[in-house]
């Protein structure tokens, strides 16, 4: 009720002293202190030159209402050295402030813990945490975390007052303008082409979601029927997995094309938000729960969102990923001729494949699920090669000339250690896939995995992927695949 009334004190007060312009927006944040994280009530929060005026609680947050002028703001106290700091798009500012007379003589240090907050688009923020430290080669690393992952997203690098966080796995950067304790600036491709997101980061910040205190109003830890609408009204069936422990939420979807991967978020009241980030795209989840156990929601990204709704069903499953991609009729084996990096030919055809049980796998360095069955499949070759596997990884990439080809692609096979054959296939697009493989009935999903018997015959064909966060579907995945391919190494094979 406190907050809520100085709210409305400083409202009235904005519209009282600014009637020229309504406020627009409100920006919010915590205030404390750059010397140690304590929270500092009594700051003078002010619009640079529109006269709007608040101030920090008890609890360090402030609140003011600005107008689409307003783009400065002025945080001072008695005993603290007075900071301005510029207003973006973003509505959560949150600002650590010096003491008086205090001189900072070190410079700044991108280690220790950060909060990012990306800004989609107006009233879409998505929170994610990470932190940056030297790696054993003694190179800084950042590495972002999402439930129980933590994911080594690229080296980081300073440059006067700019930060750059490289993240090669997906050919996208991070850069930021450094204002001491933030950092201010945009996620944008390496090559400066396409759409930048704006983001902020600030120092020292553990949570992800700030916590109101608004107890949970249920538990919606379980497995879930969910079904996604599209902007053209059509339905795509997945399934929800959560896991609750008192306000704190994780979670994921499964679809047929494959998971959500790592989501981590936060439940209040009867609202749940999730979050994720590893360098492709930020995911932002937001929904709704009623004690029937049905969920409705959102998932919102970069090009826009889907509608969501689910019921429990810890029997919730996906349709057999074996059974969704197949060989046209007519075709009884199939085939493959692509340049690896250097332009030389790779085919089924090729000697080394010869008698051999073979994995096809169709993907592309730009995508988190080919990365996640990346992550299995390099060094599940390495304790199997011997026992008569190949493996060729066919990518389809973002740009088809060679220079760029050849960077992405060393660029997997040296964070994997991967040491079978890669391919380029040309374009990502699926309608480039699925030309460039005829036999193929349709292509659905990156990645897609042939698995091929020692006569050449294609034996199954896995539609998507089911990484880690899926816990036990992953599971069943593993023990499918590893039985799949005793089989298929087994004499009776060449019978």
Sequence with gaps: MYRLSLYLLFFCMAVTVGAIAQPTRTISGLITSAEDGAILEGVRVQVKGAGMISGSQQDGAYYIPVTDADTV??????????????????????????????????????????????????????????????????????????????????????????????????????????????????LRRQDGSGATIPVKALAGVGYRFKDTGLPPAGDITGTYDISFTGGDGKEEK?????????????????????????????????????????????????????????????SVGPRGGQNFSGVRNDQAALPDPYKLTYLKDGYTSFDL????????????????????????????????????????????????HARGVEIIALQYERKTDTAYVRKVLTRLRQKYDIRYDQVFGGLADKQVVASSLPSLNTFLAFPTTILIDKKGRVARIHTGY??????????????????????????????
């Design 73 to 186: 703001l002025v945080f001072s106290r008695d005993d603290l050295l007075t900071q301005e700091v510029r207003l973006t798009n973003s509505t959560d500012l949150s600002v650590q402030m010096h003491k008086a007379g205090s001189i900072q003589t070190s410079p700044f240090s991108p280690f220790g813990s950060w909060r990012a907050v990306f800004t989609l688009r107006q009233g879409i923020e998505v929170p994610v945490i990470f932190d940056i430290h030297k790696d054993s080669s003694g190179i800084a690393q950042a590495y972002f975390h999402n439930a129980e992952e933590r994911f080594e997203a690229g080296r980081v690098q300073q440059s006067g007052d700019s930060l750059f966080i490289f993240l090669d796995q997906f050919d996208n950067e991070l850069a930021f303008h450094i204002e001491g304790s933030i950092l201010s600036g945009v």
């Design 337 to 384: 001729s692509f340049p690896d990096v250097d332009g030389h030919p790779v085919s089924l055809h090729d000697k080394k494949y010869k008698g051999k049980v073979v994995i096809v796998t169709i993907g592309g360095t730009w995508c988190p699920n080919c990365v996640d069955e990346t992550a299995f499949l390099a060094p599940w070759y390495k304790a199997n």
């Design 466 to 495: 089911t990484g880690p966060a899926t816990g036990k579907y992953y599971e069943q995945f593993v023990r499918e695949f590893n039985a799949e391919i005793d089989e298929l190494l087994s004499p009776k094979r060449l019978q």
């Design 238 to 298: 997945a399934v929800g997995i959560f896991k609750q422990e008192g306000n704190q939420l994780r979670g994921t979807f499964l679809r047929v094309t494959g998971d959500a991967r790592y989501l981590e978020g936060i439940v209040e009241g009867d609202h749940f938000s999730l979050s994720s980030f590893i360098g492709a795209a930020p995911v932002f989840i937001n929904g709704t729960f009623g004690i029937d156990h049905r969920l409705i929601g959102a």
